[in-house]
Nanobody
């Protein structure tokens, strides 16, 4: 009932795009974040909604990724453009201490 569910991951070629979704149940987003964890690496922050409509991004994705939300659908999004192989990771949505299950994004060369 109180959960986050990510979707939209998959396989894509370098230079392509994907849009990830994070559906929130039992909560409403005010601030949220997207994170990713590549194989053998630590989980890192990608970007998120800091407050109101203010967003921020990690340098590695700035200019390529966009975080947004649809309050009516209680869903946050991560639009990923110009994908690179190094973007390959499991992507997670987080609200406070609540995490989604993750969705895998694989970018081929």
């Amino acid at each position: 009932q109180v959960q986050l569910v990510e979707s939209g991951g998959g396989l894509v070629q370098a230079g392509g795009s994907l849009r990830l979704s994070c559906l929130a149940s039992g909560i409403k987003f005010d601030a949220m974040g997207w994170y990713r964890q590549a194989p053998g690496k630590q989980r890192e922050w990608v970007g998120g909604i800091i407050s109101r409509e203010n967003t921020n991004y990690a340098d590695s994705v700035k200019g390529r990724f966009t975080v947004s939300r649809d309050n009516a659908r209680n869903t946050a999004y991560l639009q990923m453009n110009s994908l690179k192989p190094e973007d390959t990771a499991v992507y997670y949505c987080r609200y406070r201490n609540l995490w989604g299950q993750g969705t895998l994004v694989t970018v081929s060369s």
